[in-house]
């Protein structure tokens, strides 16, 4: 732990260099803070955070700039607490209001949104397939020979499948067809719907079975869970080394390694990952904010953004938190 003093001058430093990208001095420090202690006490104090690995000096004629330590004692201890703007809450508010459309198109705008409101790079993971149960089914017959299932998840996802018919099916077999999946299917996973019990009539079990073996063929285990980037573009001007900005935007690029980057944070229970301590190399001057979004209580994905380790981690916080909230609200109410 930090006497007041130094958390102070911390503080100070990592608000500056947050705001500014540049060095920070004492005689900065000494100017912007409420210490009443002269200048020479505050270059002593920024020598004694950097002997404790606080700070670190990048030229020894400049000021000092926060290490990943830094970053995180000022995000554990000393950062102010997080709250949108009223203008950034409205901005939140009016998207979810017009938001519409099928859950991939869905992810995909709120990624795009993110990214706008806090000028990071933003990656919403859509929900794993396997897990989520069914919650609804309709078919319906969309002429002699196709009918449509769909299916509603407790995940918020809509699927629908086509389903081939035999001549001689008309809609009361489609619709008892439908009633029967309904029945059997409602608390399952698409995954493993189980046999349904014949019913007596043999061409609405024919029904039955397509519409069963249709999604059964859709559904695989090992599919990949849905990543969506948005403004990847905007860590081109977070960085000033060309190859820096290339590892970022090839990470980026790799799904696999950005969700198991979200999960890995979020399973060792922390909702920011600085520097370093998310193990990815390329990100090794980026931190990543992290936070899940549920439907009815059921964890279905993550969102997060990724930005350089001088982001405005109470803002990024608090749109990740307020954001990962109101979407899953929407899907619920779907």
């Known amino acids: 732990m930090l006497d007041d003093r130094k958390a102070a001058i ?4 990592v608000q500056e260099y947050i705001e500014t990208a540049q060095p920070v001095g004492s005689a900065h420090v000494t100017r912007s803070g409420d210490l009443a202690v002269s200048s020479a006490t505050v270059r002593n104090e920024m020598a004694s955070l950097e ?7 990048p030229h020894t004629s400049a000021g000092r700039i926060p290490t990943d330590k830094g970053y995180r004692f000022f995000v554990d201890q000393l950062a102010p607490p997080g709250g949108l703007l009223p203008v950034h809450r409205q901005r939140v508010k009016e998207f979810f ?17 993110l990214s706008g409101l806090t000028d990071y790079a933003a990656v919403v993971v859509g929900p794993p397939h396997e ?4 919650r609804s089914v309709q078919l319906v017959a969309l002429g002699q020979r196709v009918a449509l299932l769909v299916l509603v998840l407790s995940n918020g996802v809509v699927d629908k499948y086509s389903v081939e018919l035999g ?16 029945q059997h299917l409602v608390g399952r996973t698409p995954g493993e719907p189980g046999a349904v ?13 397509s519409a069963i073996a249709a999604m059964t063929a859709a559904v695989t285990d090992d599919e990949p869970d849905h990543v ?9 001007a977070a960085f000033d080394a060309v190859e820096t900005v290339r590892g970022v935007l090839t990470i980026l690029e790799q799904q696999y390694v950005v969700v198991g980057l979200l999960r890995d944070v979020l399973d060792r229970g922390l909702s920011v990952a600085i520097g370093a301590e998310h193990g990815v190399e390329p990100l090794a001057e980026c931190s990543v904010v992290v936070a899940p979004y549920a439907v009815d209580g059921e964890h279905t994905g993550t969102i997060g953004v990724l930005g350089p380790t001088r982001m405005n981690y109470p803002q990024a916080l608090a749109a990740v ?5 109101r979407l899953g609200r929407h899907l619920h109410e779907g």
Do not use: C, N, P
Not at 51 to 57: A, E, K
Not at 97 to 113: I, P, R, V
């Open 97 to 113: 209001a017009k938001a519409h459309g099928e859950l991939e198109q869905m992810l995909h705008d709120t990624s795009q949104f």
């Open 131 to 134: 897990v989520a149960s069914i």
């Open 51 to 57: 002997r404790d690995g606080y700070l670190t000096q």
């Open 321 to 325: 938190a307020v954001v990962s909230q």
């Open 197 to 209: 019990a014949a019913s007596g009539d043999a061409l609405t079990d024919a029904v039955v079975d």
């Open 167 to 182: 001549a001689d099916i008309g809609e009361e077999r489609v619709a008892a067809a439908g009633a029967r999946l309904a």
């Open 228 to 236: 969506f980037v948005g403004g990847a573009s905007r860590m081109a």
């Open 10 to 13: 911390l503080r100070a430093v």
